[in-house]
């Protein structure tokens, strides 16, 4: 969902702008605000996503709400009131995170474990992640018990699964042949 090719376009343009007038940082920091504010609030994107309230009082409510953003950010809000698409705001502001996490050369590493992990156990991790990556990577904790032990590490689009719930399945798998 956070690649919509609508979201993907406006949030690069939103990224070159905000690198033209050297912001570019900032803006991050506003979308990812953004992001998790919309994310977190069910009331806030029910009240962005609904067909019944104009536009402009979703633009100013959002103006109020990210009060203090660059002004790169306010006029993503007016860009969106003029083109009625307000339901993509999320999509865009996650999409500007990765755009810009591309740009500067940084990937994020998701590690799924069945508990939270240790300093030290992050250390490994992310040695282990380097191989995958030749970028900057920051590390993302998931904890899911249901994989009983073990870790699954995706960089990118690879991914490797070293769980226990993987290996029972794998087990199961050849000696149901």
């Keep these: 969902m956070t690649g919509s090719r609508a ?3 406006y949030a690069k343009a939103i990224l070159e702008t905000a690198q033209a007038a050297g912001n570019a940082a900032p803006v991050n920091e506003d979308m990812a605000r953004i992001a998790s504010t919309m994310q977190e609030n069910a009331e806030l994107r029910d009240f962005i996503s609904s067909p019944t309230i104009k536009a402009t009082i979703k633009e100013e409510t959002l103006k109020e709400v990210f ?3 660059q002004n790169i950010t306010l006029g993503l809000f007016r860009l969106l009131h003029e083109n009625k698409r307000f ?3 999320t999509q865009i502001a996650l999409q500007y995170g990765i755009q ?3 740009l500067n050369g940084r990937e ?3 590690v799924t474990t069945a508990f939270p992990i240790t300093p030290v156990l992050e250390a490994q991790v992310l040695e282990k992640a380097k191989a995958l990556s030749n970028k900057h ?3 993302k904790n998931i904890v899911d018990p249901a994989i009983i032990g073990g870790f ?3 960089v990118g689009d690879k991914q490797l699964n070293a769980s226990v719930a993987n290996n029972l399945s ?3 798998r050849e000696l149901s042949n």
Excluded: H, N
């Design 170 to 172: 794998t087990l199961k």
């Design 152 to 154: 699954i590490l995706r």
């Design 67 to 69: 009060a203090g953003s």
């Design 137 to 139: 990577l920051v590390l």
């Design 7 to 9: 979201a993907i376009r």
């Design 100 to 102: 810009f996490d591309e």
């Design 108 to 110: 994020e590493a998701v």
């Design 87 to 89: 339901e993509i705001l």
